[in-house]
């Protein structure tokens, strides 16, 4: 069952969420093992990440390969531990990149 993933970084910059996305390798040619969908969103606040994963543990898999480089570049701890709601449905619209 598909799963959504809420977490909050307080503080975080949108150049240090890029030097994580560089140096893990997570941008869209590359995604994650599991990820279905992802978005980074610049707050007043920091940073908030809204996933899609497959489960629970292709993101437990990905994040125990992120977490020490987010710890590198300077990320505060989150404001509370990620949050998980099962996904009774979702839907995906692919469209052409354009160049």
């Known amino acids: ?18 030097t994580v ?18 978005t980074a969103i610049i707050t007043d ?8 994963w ?8 990905f994040f125990s390969r992120v977490q020490p480089v987010v710890e590198e570049v300077g990320y505060p701890e989150p404001s509370a531990p990620p949050k998980f709601s099962d996904v009774h449905y979702h839907y995906e619209r692919r469209q052409p990149v354009s160049a």
């Open 45 to 52: 606040a920091g940073l908030r990440v809204i996933d899609l």
């Open 1 to 18: 069952m598909a799963v959504l993933m809420e977490i909050e970084f307080p503080g975080v910059t949108a150049q240090q969420y890029d």
């Open 54 to 61: 497959e489960s629970t543990e292709a993101f437990d898999a």
């Open 21 to 38: 996305d560089r140096r893990v390798g997570a941008r869209a040619d590359q995604p994650p093992e599991g990820l279905l969908f992802h």
